[in-house]
């Protein structure tokens, strides 16, 4: 591809991704439908979804960033409902699907049908936790819907090369299909095992933060690449690695800290960007080929696709979540205690996304009735991400989750700050009592005012807020301290312009105060 319409590509589409930030469409719905409506505009050119550089190039990045984001102690308390809409889901959405259509298509043989469902078979949970953190559900049900996203990637991707190996002749029964799911899964978990240590203490070594963040950078390809290449999870791999470095995360220095969180946002935004709008330009390449399937017919098996992915899961969710709490009482203490509710939001969180066209444009041009499949995925994403996607906020609103905590959380939070106070107060007193650390009285009160005005910080926010402007005691001193801060700022760009200070100089003086700016605003968006 030429670099203009790549360039214009992730230009266009980061734009809208912006634009969809002040309305209360979803991103990942807002960059479809402009992709539909882009690939009927004359002169655009072709983007066709390469499956060799979606997932070993775009799904690695994707799956780091989530996982490093994601709590590794709240994954493994929901270990049980994420493996079993991970593995169990996808499994039986591959069956389910299959099978549906293999009765219904004439001349269509199970092993086709069945790698359509496969195709199908693994939501895409980008734009679920997108709305569930925007409309506050709570923590468990996020959490689920995390880490099924990370995990059924890899399940429908095995599943579908099983069930491809049979349309091509190339499957050793059931026996071969276990070993080969085993294979993937298990060595996929024992790559991402191998590696997550020895890249955590390289990262650790290094101490300089640009060598590190391009560490950062390299390390979701170099999991994948080498769980891929001993025909291992690559997905798997790279999940592992992730929730170990981003569980490990505070024992690497804070500038790399700093540079690494700002680069992976910037990451993540452009290429979740730029897969969704991908997914709308592939209409055109979609149509092409029907052949007998063109029109009214091709339509109702779109419609028996859609049905069958959106009713299966529900079939699937509400036993999952409810008969192991009926047999076990284990399950009950453990676990807390669920409605109805959650299994609806759970169930109707489905929507597909580019992992499932990446996989259906994977599939070899001889394999009988690619094009159908093609469609019908295509048809399915779309299908999944208009319906669920416009309609998942209302349907959550109605169903009145309980929200986050927010007080109980500050309070927490606060809990939390005090403590470490007190323990930075013992070791400044022990510290201040050795000769070497002899300060000057003032910068010794210095320091202790730094410690007590960040364990009130928290418990400003719970008081009294300003009649004026609405804004906690916290929040007008941080409003207060940016503005000091600018006011700096712009004395230095003076003094720079008076040729008073060199532009060395004012760039020193201008990161002294970004850093200070920078722990205001974490403090803030916290």
């Given at each position: 591809m030429e670099v203009l319409p790549l360039v214009a590509l992730v230009a266009v589409s980061a734009a809208v991704a912006g634009v969809a930030r002040r309305t209360p469409v979803p991103a990942p719905l807002l960059l479809v439908a402009a992709g539909l409506a882009a690939s009927s505009v004359p002169g655009v050119?072709?983007?066709?979804?390469?499956?060799?550089?979606?997932l070993p190039l775009l799904l690695p990045p994707l799956l780091h960033t989530a996982a490093v984001d994601s709590s590794y102690l709240d994954l493994?308390?929901?270990a049980r409902p994420i493996a079993l809409l991970s593995v169990g889901y996808v499994l039986f959405a591959t069956l389910a699907v299959g099978y549906a259509v293999y009765l219904v298509v004439?001349?269509?043989s199970l092993p086709v049908a069945l790698v359509l469902g496969a195709v199908v078979a693994p939501p895409?949970?980008?734009a679920a936790t997108a709305i569930a953190r925007r409309l506050g559900l709570p923590n468990r049900i996020t959490t689920i819907l995390q880490g099924e996203s990370l995990v059924n990637d890899a399940t429908a991707i095995t599943a579908y090369k099983v069930a491809l190996a049979a349309v091509v002749g190339a499957s050793a029964g059931w026996a071969g299909a276990t070993a080969e799911f085993l294979l993937a899964s298990v060595g996929g978990v024992g790559m991402g095992l191998v590696l997550m240590v020895p890249i955590h203490q390289l990262r650790t070594r290094l101490r300089e933060p640009l060598l590190q963040n391009t560490l950062s950078l390299l390390i979701p390809f170099v999991a994948y690449a080498a769980a891929e290449r001993v025909h291992a999870s690559g997905v798997l791999a790279v999940v592992v690695?992730?929730?170990?470095l981003g569980h490990r995360n505070w024992q690497v220095d804070f500038a790399t800290r700093l540079q690494e969180e700002a680069v992976w946002k910037m990451v993540a935004f452009v290429l979740e960007s730029v897969v969704?709008?991908?997914?709308?330009?592939?209409?055109?390449v979609v149509l092409q080929g029907l052949g007998e399937y063109e029109g009214g017919e091709a339509l109702w098996y779109a419609a028996l696709v859609f049905l069958v992915v959106v009713v299966s899961r529900f079939l699937w969710v509400f036993p999952a979540t409810f008969v192991p709490r009926w047999v076990s009482e284990r399950i009950r203490e453990r676990e807390p205690d669920t409605t109805w509710k959650a299994p609806v939001v759970v169930g109707w969180a489905g929507m597909r996304g580019v992992v499932s066209l990446a996989i259906a444009f994977s599939v070899p041009m001889d394999v009988p009735h690619r094009d159908l499949i093609l469609f019908l995925t295509f048809t399915t994403v779309i299908g999944t991400l208009v319906v669920q996607g416009l309609t998942l906020p209302p349907l959550i609103r109605l169903l009145r989750l309980p929200a986050r905590d927010a007080t109980a959380e500050t309070l927490a939070e606060a809990q939390a700050q005090s403590e470490a106070s007190r323990a930075a107060e013992e070791r400044l007193a022990e510290l201040l009592a050795e000769p070497e650390n002899a300060l000057p009285p003032p910068l010794a009160e210095r320091l202790r005012t730094v410690l007590e005005r960040r364990r009130n910080a928290v418990w400003e926010?719970?008081?009294?807020?300003?009649?004026?402007?609405?804004?906690s005691a916290d929040d007008v001193y941080r409003r207060?301290?940016?503005e000091m801060i600018e006011a700096e700022r712009e004395v230095f760009v003076s003094l720079r312009d008076e040729r008073r200070i060199d532009d060395e100089m004012l760039r020193a003086l201008l990161r002294r105060l970004d850093l200070e700016e920078a722990a205001a605003y974490r403090e803030e968006t916290a």
């Open positions: 050119p072709a983007y066709v979804l390469d499956p060799h550089i979606v493994r308390a929901n004439p001349g269509l895409d949970a980008v690695v992730a929730l170990y969704f709008a991908l997914i709308g330009l592939q209409l055109p926010r719970l008081g009294e807020v300003n009649p004026l402007t609405g804004e207060l301290a940016r």
